[in-house]
């Protein structure tokens, strides 16, 4: 896995996760 690769898949999760946890606080609220 090259470099780029592994920095955007990380930044893949990151966003996926923040959108999932931010749909939990909404759904919460």
Known sequence: MSW???FFGA???I???WVYVT???DKDD
């Open 11 to 13: 930044v893949f999760i």
């Open 15 to 17: 966003c996926v996760a």
């Open 4 to 6: 780029p690769e592994a």
């Open 23 to 25: 749909a939990i606080k």
